[in-house]
């Protein structure tokens, strides 16, 4: 190295120190961005309800608690909470998930009975076990000896009302595919299909390319699928839901599984989910946006590219993401509907809902 190298290194030593300098008072800035809540569909109270957790000093996980719990308590849209969404035997259950992206520690229930506070359940779960996941009555049992209010009756006059209608109209629409009888069951497997596989995957493409919209309303497969960054800078997402109304008893959808409702890593920022559950968890769109995210990709395109990918494979299906990065930057994508979030950060004097076109 000559002699003639030195006042090039002058520069790069300045230059290395001015970045940081700006660096510097670009960190004070984004601190001012925080506290950040985002959410599925226009559940203002919710939001305002983790808004103010967050706001007091609250973490991200415990205002992700509040928010979601608000939601339940409020019934949001019938599909959130108790008394809501029976399944076939009339019964309405729980699905909920939280999820720290400080640590990645994960609680969640799925097909929870006779307990209604289905997103404090998931917090226990990931606050006093090892687990990630615990299901149905065994989910129940542990929610209640954790101090949980229960065994509750989840069903509401409504949802009786609802699944009376739907017992009465022949069971129409339903979850099966290739069983005998068409009404109400019992059903059993229409054995000639299955042992005819022309026959099989013909009515599988049928059954595809027909039928999976028709069970997929703007108040069926609603979830509350929340992200919220603290003042920390820490962020926490959850979710919950009662599922699919009419589901077969013992369905699990997208909600309490992490990477397909909602993910969310400290060193990137978090998604949010909802829609047609049994299709978008194949695909674990919010991993995808995640990871999209993490390589580089705006929260625009990360959102549009996770839902573009499972509509090439179902053009039919109906869903949304949201996205955001650690900068507060968000953004929204979806599929067959029209789809809302919302959003409170420091600047705004209350919850705004931005509105996605697919
Ligand atoms: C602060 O925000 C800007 C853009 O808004 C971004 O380029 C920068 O990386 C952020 N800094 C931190 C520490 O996140
Ligand atoms: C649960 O509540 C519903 C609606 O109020 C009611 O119709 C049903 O009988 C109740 N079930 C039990 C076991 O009490």
Known sequence: MGTRNLPITYVLLLLTLLSSMVMGQQDI??????????????????VRAAWRAVNSGFSAVDAVVEGCSTCEELRCDGTVGPGGS????????????????????????????????????ARLVMLHTK???????????????????????????????????????????????????????????KDNIAFNEEACCKANLLEIVESRSSHVGLHNHDTISMAVIDKMGHVAVGTSTNGATFKIPGRVGD????????????????????????????????????????LGMEPKLAAKDAIS???????????????????GVHAGACHGWTFQYSVRIPEMDDVEVFTVLP
């Open 29 to 46: 800035k984004n601190s001012t961005k925080y506290p950040i809540v985002v959410s599925t569909w226009p559940f203002k109270e919710a």
């Open 86 to 121: 029976p399944d076939e035997n009339g019964e309405t259950t729980i699905d909920a998930l939280v999820m720290n992206g400080a640590t990645m520690e994960v609680g969640a229930v799925a097909a929870m009975r006779y307990v209604k506070d289905g997103i404090r359940a």
């Open 131 to 189: 687990h990630t996941l615990l299901v149905g009555e065994q989910a129940s049992a542990f929610a209640i000896s954790m101090g949980l209010p229960g065994p509750t009756n989840l069903s509401s006059s409504e949802s009786v009302e609802k699944w009376t209608k739907w017992k009465d109209g022949g069971c129409q629409p339903n979850f099966w595919k290739n069983v005998v009888p068409d009404g109400c069951g019992p059903y059993h497997s």
């Open 255 to 294: 909600g309490p599984i992490a990477g397909s409702s909602a993910y969310a890593d400290v060193e990137v920022g978090a998604c949010g989910a909802t829609g047609d559950g049994d299709i978008m968890m194949r695909f674990l769109p919010c991993y995808q946006v995640v990871e999209s995210m993490r």
């Open 309 to 327: 990918r499972i509509a090439r494979r179902f053009p039919d299906f109906v869903g949304a993401v949201f996205a955001i990065d650690k900068n």
